[in-house]
Structure formats: structure tokens, C-alpha cells
């Protein structure tokens, strides 16, 4: 198809989610109190991990780090679902379309990077802890961030240039909540085989590696723990990883089912639940999966509410 027969795309139209219309306004009250939860969650953290000195250590960065990308993260797509509810106006200009595929990769490949470099901090602090502050160096904890960032960004990119070149056709109504790229690769009439390669390559590189390092550093913390067993060192252990067990699970699980192993039996439905999960729930889970469940959290939460000396626990 020749480009002078093509229709020039201005904006989308988004479906939104799979609801009656009749529980709009619940689910809209729904999803604006998980957005709140999530920004409030996450926002407590990161001011408890600044004014907490004891907590200005390599593993607090990072989660000061992975909080902030959670806000963000939210917020590229919540607040524009709930306006949609709100206005039942579901358009989006095509450069806002773009804009949003954008920092959806951007704060989603972060995370990821995030929890990779969490989990090795993990690794390094009950396998070597005699060396844990000679090797998670201010140094190397601040080159990890920066090139998470950096690696993030330039991701991000290669997709939406590659993305902006694509023509699309008279159809313009995207089957989700947001700017999906699989959705909106779904739209183009222009060939997209580089697109969906680069999505496979990268995604492998983004996703199933860090996932993959993930695994190997908790498969080495079970067989340091179980090599000295003892109950002390093991609800030491299970209380520094479970938390963030939790959040890789759920991540990992949602966005590799759906982007790397997709059936062709998922339904609208069922795609749009998925990326609810990750995009919404697992944000606002994590502050009550790093705090609630955290004594170093509690600590903190203790010193800076009531100004007095509680003693930081070991």
C-alpha cells in the first residue's frame, strides 16, 4: 500500500477497559484509590529513606529509586484511564499516543533494571557479608542507577522511533486501556516485521535476562543458607527476600506471559486484566510489601513521626 493511498492518523481512539456501563463510576472510584495508594505509598518511602539516615545504604537507594519509577509509572497511565471514565471522551492525539508508549517502556524497563540490582545486593548481603561494603561501593550502587536510567531511555526510544515510522490505516481505535505497542502494532498497515524483531531481541535482553539473573542470585542465597542452615540465618533470609520475591513474581509473570509468550487464545479480556496487574497493582503493592512487612521501614516511620531515638533493628 502506497503512502498517498494511506489515511493520515491524527489521534486514537482508546476502548478503555472491559466494563459495564452501569459500574463506571465504581471502578472509576476503584482505580482513583489504588492511584492515590500508590503515589502516597511510594512518596512515604522515598521521604522516609531521605530523612532517615539509617537507611542510606545501597539497598534503600535503589528502593528510593524503584519507588519513584512506580509513581511515574502509574501515572502514564491511571490518570488518563480515569479522565477517560470520567469525560467518556477516549481520544488521544497521535504524538500523545507516542509520548505515552514512551515512558510506559521507559519506567517499565527500569523497574525491571531496578530489581535486578536489588536482588544482587541481596545476593552480595548474605553471601559475602564480611565484603558487603567494600563491593556495594557508593560508587558501583551509583553506576548501576545511572545506567539503569541510561539503558532505559535508549530503549524507550528505539521502540517509539520505530514506532513513528509506521503508517497506519483508517482504523484507529486501540483495544486498551492505553497505548499498548503490541496494540497499536496491531493497527499498522505498513510492514512491521522490524518492529515485532526488535520487540523479540530487546525484550529478551530487557526482560528474560534480568529475570533470569534474578533466579540465579536467589538460587545462590538458598544454597549459601542451606549450606550453614540455621533458624536465625533463614528468617533473616526470608525476611530480606520475600518481599521482593513477591514483586518480582508478579511483574515478570504478567509482562513476559503477555509480551514474550503470547496465545492466541488471550482475549481482549483477558490482556487487559494482565496489564492491569502490572501496571496498577504491582505499584501500589510495593509499598505495602516494603514497609508493612519491613522492620527497617517501621523503624524509620517510628524516628521520623515521633523524633525520638528507636533503635535500629539487626
Known amino acids: 500500500m502506497t503512502r498517498k493511498n494511506q ?12 466494563i459495564d456501563p452501569d459500574q463506571r463510576y465504581l471502578f472509576y472510584a476503584l482505580f482513583l484509590a489504588m492511584y492515590v495508594t500508590t503515589v502516597l505509598g511510594n512518596l512515604l518511602i522515598i521521604v522516609l529513606i531521605c530523612l532517615d539516615s539509617h537507611l542510606h545504604t545501597p539497598m534503600y537507594l535503589f528502593l528510593s529509586n524503584l519507588s519513584f519509577s512506580d509513581i511515574c509509572f502509574s501515572s502514564v497511565t491511571i490518570p488518563n484511564l480515569l479522565q477517560t471514565m470520567q469525560s467518556q ?6 504524538a500523545g499516543c507516542l509520548t505515552q508508549m514512551y515512558f510506559f517502556l521507559f519506567f517499565a524497563d527500569l523497574e525491571s533494571f531496578l530489581l ?11 553471601c559475602f557479608p564480611l565484603h558487603y561494603t567494600t563491593i556495594m561501593s557508593p560508587k558501583l550502587c551509583l553506576s548501576l542507577v545511572v545506567l539503569s536510567w541510561v539503558l532505559t531511555m535508549f530503549h524507550a526510544m528505539l521502540h517509539t522511533l520505530l514506532m513513528a515510522g509506521l503508517w497506519f490505516c483508517a482504523d484507529n481505535t486501540i483495544p486498551h486501556f492505553f497505548c499498548d505497542m503490541s496494540a497499536l502494532l496491531k493497527l499498522a498497515c505498513s510492514d512491521t516485521q522490524v518492529n515485532e524483531l526488535v520487540i523479540f531481541i530487546m525484550g529478551g535482553l530487557v526482560l528474560v535476562i534480568p529475570f533470569l539473573l534474578i533466579i540465579m542470585s536467589y538460587a545462590q542465597i538458598v544454597s549459601s543458607i542451606l ?3 540455621s533458624a536465625r540465618g533463614i528468617r533473616k533470609a526470608c525476611s530480606t527476600c520475600g518481599s521482593h520475591l513477591s514483586v ?21 479480556v483477558k490482556e487487559t486484566v494482565m496489564a492491569v496487574m502490572y501496571t496498577v497493582v504491582t505499584p501500589m503493592l510495593n509499598p505495602f510489601i516494603y514497609s508493612l512487612r519491613n522492620r527497617d521501614m517501621k523503624g524509620a516511620l517510628g524516628r521520623v513521626l515521633f523524633k525520638k531515638k528507636i533503635p535500629f533493628p539487626v
Open 7 to 18: 489515511t493520515v492518523i491524527s489521534e486514537f481512539v482508546l476502548m478503555g477497559l472491559p
Open 89 to 94: 471522551d477516549s481520544s488521544i492525539p497521535y
Open 116 to 126: 535486578v540490582a536489588m536482588a544482587y545486593d541481596r545476593y552480595v548481603a548474605i
Open 227 to 229: 549450606k550453614v542452615p
Open 248 to 268: 518480582v513474581s508478579l511483574f515478570y509473570g504478567t509482562v513476559i506471559g503477555l509480551y514474550l509468550c503470547p496465545s492466541t487464545n488471550n482475549s481482549t
